[in-house]
């Protein structure tokens, strides 16, 4: 696993060391923030289900302001750390250990520029974490990966192989 682009451009990210984590592949993650693109440059980001925190520090790379990274499970939060510590961010993240459903939950409207999600595949938290979106939006917008036939009630879905993305935005 690797950052995509901006500056920290080709730099290898410490995986979990726990093999039911399923981190993005790399050319998902290039084709989703290179849709962000243009929200990610001042942007304040949460990263729910962040696992290696790829997403998050691919959006610093690319010129985010600031992220918050949210995770529950403990080999991933060590590899978030090691990625943390690695690219010299500590300064610009906070991580929160935690339900991601739960501390989405708790946010006002608009605390957000941008959020990501990844949540397990097996579960319905993809579309749990789209409708909590869409009775506050806790961000401008929200992208959420899931498995490719869920339907979790998006503004636009794009499809890679077995993985989809959905995008919310809110209103």
């Not at 289900?49 to 998050?56: E, K, R």
Request: hydrophobic share 45%; aromatic share 8%.
């Amino acid at each position: 696993m690797r950052i995509v682009a901006g500056a920290f451009r080709g730099r290898r990210l410490a995986a979990p060391k726990d093999r039911r984590v399923r981190p993005t592949a790399d050319r998902v993650r290039e084709a989703w923030m290179s849709i962000l693109q243009e929200a990610l440059p001042g942007a304040r980001v949460l990263d729910l289900y962040a696992g290696s925190g790829a997403l998050g520090l691919e959006a610093l790379s690319r010129g985010a302001l600031r992220v918050d990274f949210v995770e529950l499970n403990p080999a991933s939060l060590a590899a978030l750390q090691t990625n943390i510590e690695s690219l010299g961010v500590a300064g610009r993240t906070g991580v929160h250990r935690g339900d991601a459903l739960r501390f989405a939950e708790r946010l006002a409207p608009g605390t957000y520029d941008v959020a990501f999600a990844d949540p397990p595949y097996d579960r319905d938290d993809a579309a749990r974490l789209v409708a909590l979106f869409r009775s506050s939006p806790f961000a401008r917008i929200l992208a959420v990966e899931h498995a490719a036939p869920a339907e979790v009630g998006g503004d636009a879905t794009r499809r890679y192989g077995d993985t989809a993305i959905t995008f919310c935005y809110a209103p």
